[in-house]
């Protein structure tokens, strides 16, 4: 970890964009382009998680700057990946894969998942649920559903959309944060169905907790970029 090599951080409107301003340096992303935000709100959230360094910068303990760090260098270039890569997760999307046994699990992911395939319904995006291990094919209408979402997200909202969709395991849940239709948080427990089970049966591993606590707490956070922006 690098040592905090700055003594104040603020931010500055610049050209319609905010800047943050490390020593009334501009901070720049890795590939040293100019750390740009569309809201004053987003970049002064950033600016607290700079000033909340102390001795040495740790990256761990600062989720925004690095999802914005990834939506301002890599997203635009990569955004015929993220759209096949968008695609894949629409067929082994969590909700559409449910427990054969036992019942207690089953009966419990219909009743907290299916209210959100639900939901994708409405959407246009018509998922097929299944309790097979093996990948399914689902119609291509709901293929194309989500690429014209994700064609429609900007940057920022695009690599927040594909990031949650990583953790959560779904491309339902993930949209549904983006919309505000359900909260980060929410969205993380309810893609944990199963290992919340299974700590019932046989109890909590305490690192493996103290992982998906901190997981989680991050995630609520990332989350908070939808009211900043």
């Known amino acids: 970890m690098a040592k905090r090599f700055y003594k104040s951080v603020s931010t500055r409107h610049s050209e319609g964009r905010y800047n943050v301003l ?28 700079w000033d909340a360094q ?10 925004l700057t690095r999802l914005l760090n990834v939506a301002l260098e890599q997203t635009p270039s990569r955004r015929p990946d993220l759209l096949d890569e968008a695609r894949r ?9 449910r427990a054969p046994e036992p019942r207690i699990l089953r009966e419990r992911q219909s009743e ?8 994708a319904k409405s959407r246009g995006v ?3 649920s299944t309790q097979s291990l093996i990948a399914i094919v ?10 014209d979402y994700v064609e429609s997200l900007e940057d920022i909202r695009l690599t927040l959309f594909m990031h949650f969709t990583a953790i959560f395991g779904s491309v339902i849940l ?10 980060a948080e929410d969205a993380f427990d309810l893609s944990r169905l ?4 299974q700590n019932e049966l046989w109890g909590e591993d305490e690192e493996a907790a103290h992982i998906a606590k901190d997981l989680r707490d991050e995630t609520r956070r990332l989350g908070s970029i939808l009211e900043l922006l």
């Open 126 to 128: 018509d998922l097929v």
């Open 174 to 183: 993930a949209m549904a944060v983006i919309e505000k239709a359900l909260s």
């Open 194 to 197: 199963d290992v919340h089970y």
């Open 22 to 49: 490390l020593d009334e340096r501009v901070l720049k992303t890795p590939g040293k382009m100019a750390f740009s935000l569309p809201t004053e709100a987003l970049a002064k959230t950033v600016a607290e998680e």
């Open 89 to 97: 997760y629409t067929s082994t999307d969590l909700l559409c894969y």
């Open 112 to 119: 907290e998942w299916d209210k959100w395939l639900a939901w």
């Open 54 to 63: 102390r001795e040495k910068i740790e990256p761990s303990k600062m989720p």
């Open 138 to 147: 689902q119609p291509e209408s709901a293929y194309e559903t989500i690429s």
